[in-house]
T-cell receptor
Framework: DAKTTQPNSMESNEEEPVHLPCNHSTISGTDYIHWYRQLPSQGPEYVIHGLTSNVNNRMASLAIAEDRKSSTLILHRATLRDAAVYYCIDGSSNTGKLIFGQGTTLQVKP | ETGVTQTPRHLVMGMTNKKSLKCEQHLGHNAMYWYKQSAKKPLELMFVYNFKEQTENNSVPSRFSPECPNSSHLFLHLHTLQPEDSALYLC???????????????FGPGTRLTVL
């Protein structure tokens, strides 16, 4: 079973920032936090990952709480193309596997 | 072709048919995966291959038979499936998996399978 919890759905307006939360209540000290997203009719795609420090890349930013029990994926300016299911995942440091949960369905309104 | 490709994109089969799903990766990776995504359920890992060797079978029924002839190709052979096997089957690849490290996986677009 997935080890993270996320809201089932969120809405955003186009060109506004979006903050997608995730709880990692059972995360261990060596597990990375990964975010993937799945656009309609496509396979999941990697978004970002981090361990302790906040991370930025061309797609998004990842803010990780100091106790690592929660993280937030930040889309700085949502576009209609960002409408997708967003998954946060604790990378299992024991097995290296990704265990997907239900994710958050993000709807972006024009 | 770039990335991870899967064929066919859509497949309809009867319960007595035998069919195969194909996955090919053009990323130079050494690990490949099969996932199943059923409606309203999370992605389920089915099989993992590292350097052509199966390293994980997540209690998948024997009517699903994977084959990895080389690091670039992965097949899923299907026979005597049930209607509840209807789902999106996703292939992914990554650098070789190492104990203690979770590597980034790159997914194909999936094969939408319908079993009648």
């Amino acid at each position: 079973d997935a080890k993270t919890t996320q809201p089932n759905s969120m809405e955003s307006n186009e060109e506004e920032p979006v903050h997608l939360p995730c709880n990692h209540s059972t995360i261990s000290g060596t597990d990375y936090i990964h975010w993937y997203r799945q656009l309609p009719s496509q396979g999941p795609e990697y978004v970002i990952h981090g361990l302790t420090s906040n991370v930025n890349n061309r797609m998004a930013s990842l803010a990780i709480a100091e106790d690592r029990k929660s993280s937030t994926l930040i889309l700085h300016r949502a576009t209609l193309r960002d409408a997708a299911v967003y998954y946060c995942i604790d990378g299992s440091s024991n097995t290296g596997k990704l265990i997907f949960g239900q994710g958050t369905t993000l709807q972006v309104k024009p | 072709e770039t990335g991870v490709t899967q064929t066919p994109r859509h497949l309809v089969m009867g319960m007595t048919n035998k069919k195969s799903l194909k996955c090919e990766q053009h990323l130079g990776h050494n690990a490949m995966y099969w996932y199943k995504q059923s409606a309203k359920k999370p992605l389920e890992l089915m099989f993992v291959y590292n350097f052509k060797e199966q390293t994980e079978n997540n209690s998948v029924p024997s009517r699903f038979s994977p084959e990895c002839p080389n690091s670039s190709h992965l097949f899923l052979h299907l026979h005597t499936l049930q209607p509840e096997d209807s789902a999106l089957y996703l292939c992914a690849s990554s650098q070789e998996t190492v104990w203690g490290v979770t590597v980034t996986q790159y997914f194909g677009p999936g094969t939408r399978l319908t079993v009648l």
